[in-house]
């Protein structure tokens, strides 16, 4: 009847869900390894990452702050080259962060909890915040290094995930989207 309310029945405005939420994830160093090829299984490049930090407060209002920070990032090429009969493994160094901190990012959303129509009230990334250093990152790129990077690169990436190329993007860039399907 008139007025009952239930499940599948609205008897009013749905109601905002609302709650104060507090997150702070803190990991002092992390090491990820890009392995090629599946038989020889060698690790091509590491990435080791430091001082990563999240943290996050949302308020009952709707409001929600998010903070990210990495102090350092460091990537080191092992190339396969080297690799050969017995010769002792070398690495290089191809990027490397020298100063205190690397990247700071701020997020501030708003009306999270309405469901719908977030609104991003700010967003802040800043490299390598309040650093007044000459030199804050270094980087160093070889013909071996390129060349490792995009064999591993069409290792990575299945013929069946690439999209489209370049030329076939081009010759469909002036034909009206019913017409390309």
């Known amino acids: 009847g008139a007025g009952a ?3 599948g029945t609205s008897a009013a405005s749905p109601v905002a869900l609302t709650w104060a939420l507090e997150v702070d994830v803190r990991i002092p160093s992390l090491a990820v390894a890009l392995v090629g090829k599946k038989r020889s299984k060698t690790e091509l490049f590491r990435c080791q990452f430091t001082g990563l930090k999240l943290a996050m407060h949302q308020s009952a209002d709707g409001t929600r702050e998010t903070l990210c920070e990495l102090a ?8 396969q080259s080297s690799r050969s009969k017995g010769a002792k493994p070398s ?3 191809v990027l490397a962060s020298t100063g205190s901190k690397l990247l700071r990012a701020r997020v501030v959303r708003e009306r999270i909890n309405e469901g719908c129509d977030v609104v991003l009230r700010s967003l802040n990334i800043d490299f390598f915040p309040g650093s007044d250093e000459g030199v ?6 070889s013909e071996a290094l390129v060349n490792e990077a995009k064999r591993f690169a ?9 999209g489209p190329s370049l030329p076939d993007t081009a010759a469909r860039a002036g034909l009206p989207y019913n017409a390309v399907l």
């Open 91 to 93: 690495s290089s160094v």
């Open 136 to 141: 804050v990152m270094e980087l160093c790129a």
């Open 72 to 79: 350092g990032l460091q990537v080191d090429h092992h190339p």
């Open 5 to 7: 309310s239930g499940p």
């Open 154 to 162: 069409r290792e990575a990436t299945p013929p069946q995930l690439e």
